[in-house]
């Protein structure tokens, strides 16, 4: 009920099926550097699940039984280097990953954020009078540049595309996919247009754009991108038969191409 009166306001919805965030913090104190875990630094760990809690925003944090050597870590993160950080994130799968440098500049904190999405990544830059401002903005931050690209936005390549989905075999996958597609907040009209060799033709009205469904249902995986090529080389028809049976659904007019994935 509540999705729906959102939908008919025509405002921001993110459905739950959202991102898993791995946060990377560096904390450079008087005290030292660390970086923050549940093992290194309870409270303030604590800090960064409950904001992510009340942000509604999964979330990961560093396991020393992973990653015993923490000192490299540390060297990483405050040096910035991407590609050791993104090696050291892969045994966690997220989904995104957030990297925080916070350090010690007189009565306040200087703290730097960045966002890697698979997609690119974002920065952001602030100052906090207390640690915990530092890893609530941080926290802030990574959902709301998530939510622009995940949450529907009104009016941001809203309108109504063809989208062809292939591995169709059965009338129950037609159910399960037609039930998945109107589930997302990011749909607001599903209609199938064409069907024919387990394929099927769907014109999606979407309140945002295709980057955002192709992000929202990548997910999950159970409906894959592939690429025209691709749905060419799975077709069990030639291009003879398609010009020989035009009812068939054409790939050519499709916007984007998923195969389903069956449980």
């Known amino acids: 009920g509540v999705k729906n009166l959102l939908r008919r306001l025509n405002t921001q919805v993110w459905d739950a099926n959202r991102p898993k965030v791995l946060f990377w913090v560096a904390l450079e104190s008087r005290n030292g550097r660390t970086l923050i875990t549940q093992e290194s630094n309870a409270p303030l760990s604590k800090v960064l699940t409950d904001q992510s809690e009340e942000r509604g925003l999964p979330y990961q944090l560093p396991d020393f039984n992973i990653h015993p050597a923490t000192d490299t870590l540390f060297s990483d993160i405050w040096g910035g280097f991407t590609q050791q950080i993104i090696a050291a994130s892969e045994p966690y799968e997220p989904d995104a990953v957030a990297v925080g440098k916070i350090r010690a500049s007189g009565n306040s904190w200087r703290v730097e954020w960045r966002l890697f999405t698979g997609m690119g990544s974002v920065w952001h830059s602030t100052t906090a009078t207390t640690l915990r401002e530092a890893l609530q903005e941080g926290v802030h931050f990574t959902a709301e540049e998530l ?14 595309y063809q989208v062809m989905v292939s591995n169709v075999k059965r009338v129950q996958d ?36 295709l980057d955002q469904l192709r992000a929202n249902l990548a997910l999950d995986g159970r409906l894959k991108e592939e ?35 069956a449980n």
Do not use: H, M
């Open 147 to 160: 939510s622009k690209r995940y949450a529907s936005q009104v009016g941001q390549g809203a309108g109504t």
């Open 174 to 209: 037609y159910a399960a996919i037609s039930n998945y597609l109107n589930g997302l907040s990011l749909t607001s009209k599903v209609r199938v247009a064409q069907s024919a060799d387990q394929r099927i033709l769907f014109e999606l009205t979407l309140r945002g754009g």
């Open 227 to 261: 690429s025209f090529f691709g749905l060419q080389q799975t077709s069990s028809y030639s291009q003879k038969a398609v010009t020989d049976q035009p009812e068939k659904p054409s790939t050519e007019q499709a916007d984007a191409y998923f195969r389903w994935q």
